[in-house]
Nanobody, 132 residues
Framework: VQLVESGGGTVQDGGSLRLSCVTSGFIFGDYIIGWFRQAPGKEREGVACIAPSDGTTGYEASAKGRFTISSDNARNTVYLQMSSLKPEDTAVYYC??????????????????????????WGQGTQVTISS
């Protein structure tokens, strides 16, 4: 299982970025893919997750309405489109994968799939910095 993030960088307060997570080594539709972030001195936290098998998604509260997670199943790639970025969004962003037997993300499982401890497979991360 391999995951490679890209797309990070430095943008101004209110700006946008799109992160990409290219995956390989597993059956894409059998997994749930999550985006997580870790700011200096803070614990890693979930941002968004998606079940590529049916496109269902889940979001952490501060990401709702600003971030959109999507997948391109032909390219085994998951994206995180981030808009209205704030300085507090500054962090290293990681994508991760967990086998989920094609079950959807539903409100009852959203918290579970936004918990980084549920994911055994991780990328190396990409830095996102929002300047004020």
């Amino acid at each position: 299982v391999q995951l490679v993030e890209s797309g990070g960088g430095t943008v101004q307060d209110g700006g946008s970025l799109r992160l990409s997570c290219v995956t390989s080594g597993f059956i894409f539709g059998d997994y749930i893919i999550g985006w997580f972030r870790q700011a200096p001195g803070k614990e890693r936290e979930g941002v968004a997750c998606i079940a590529p098998s049916d496109g269902t998604t889940g979001y952490e509260a501060s990401a709702k309405g600003r971030f959109t997670i999507s997948s391109d199943n032909a390219r085994n790639t998951v994206y995180l489109q981030m808009s209205s970025l704030k300085p507090e969004d500054t962090a290293v962003y990681y994508c991760a994968a967990v086998r989920a037997r094609r079950i959807p993300v539903v409100p009852e499982t959203e918290t579970h799939y936004l918990n980084p401890s549920k994911y055994p497979n991780w990328g190396q991360g990409t830095q996102v910095t929002i300047s004020s």
